[in-house]
T-cell receptor, first 112, second 114 residues
Framework: QQQVKQSPQSLIVQKGGISIINCAYE??????FPWYQQFPGKGPALLIA?????SEKKEGRFTISFNKSAKQFSLHIMDSQPGDSATYFC???????????FGQGTILTVHP | DTAVSQTPKYLVTQMGNDKSIKCEQN?????MYWYKQDSKKFLKIMFS???????INETVPNRFSPKSPDKAHLNLHINSLELGDSAVYFC?????????????FGPGTRLTVT
């Protein structure tokens, strides 16, 4: 059962633009929402994470927006750079011993 | 120093064979995980160990058997390999299982079953 739905599947953005990736979850018991970045041939790496007690978290050019009532959260990448080109995964956790449920992933391409 | 390492990086084998993937972490973490990433890049947890004890065991064929000889190592043994087992397998570790801690992933092992 897919519990975290991510969109879009792929995204093309011009350098300097804003990249927005959205996720929706079903299980209201989730209380931890990380975003992972994965480059080709590498393992995923944590980018930024949020808990439901705040509606927004910003780290540098990366911002998570969280809407608890809608059960949705999104990643915004400001001033997107070609080096940001990667696959991004949202995830949700907190229900069981560190288990993370991942979204399907978004392939981001930033054109110079 | 590599935080989470896996061997081998690539594994090509025939159907019916048995193979193992090894994982080691030098972060001093208590919890380790195995994930499977399929051809569509979907990541799914398979197992998790905390202090050598199995705490997560998802719906995985019993041909897959994890073993944790100590906190720093988590191996995955696969019996009677099938074509559908072809995927990238990631090991990960975290400080503990709860509250949710950052999970550090290894570089992955690409398994190809022919």
């Amino acid at each position: 059962q897919q519990q975290v739905k991510q969109s879009p599947q792929s995204l093309i953005v011009q350098k300097g633009g804003i990249s927005i990736i959205n996720c929706a979850y079903e299980n209201t018991a989730f209380d931890y929402f990380p975003w992972y970045q994965q480059f080709p041939g590498k393992g995923p790496a944590l980018l930024i994470a949020i808990r439901p007690d705040v509606s927004e978290k910003k780290e540098g050019r990366f911002t998570i927006s969280f809407n608890k009532s809608a059960k949705q959260f999104s990643l915004h990448i400001m001033d997107s750079q070609p080096g940001d080109s990667a696959t991004y995964f949202c995830a949700a956790g907190g229900t069981s011993y560190g288990k993370l449920t991942f979204g399907q992933g978004t392939i981001l391409t930033v054109h110079p | 120093d590599t935080a989470v390492s896996q061997t081998p990086k690539y594994l090509v084998t025939q159907m019916g064979n048995d193979k193992s993937i090894k994982c080691e972490q030098n972060l001093g973490h208590d919890t380790m995980y195995w994930y499977k990433q399929d051809s569509k890049k979907f990541l799914k947890i398979m197992f998790s160990y905390n202090n050598k004890e199995l705490i997560i065991n998802e719906t995985v064929p019993n041909r897959f058997s994890p073993k944790s000889p100590d906190k720093a190592h988590l191996n995955l043994h696969i019996n009677s390999l099938e074509l559908g087992d072809s995927a990238v397998y990631f090991c990960a570790s975290s400080q503990g299982p709860t509250p949710p801690y950052e999970q550090y992933f290894g570089p992955g092992t690409r398994l190809t079953v022919t």
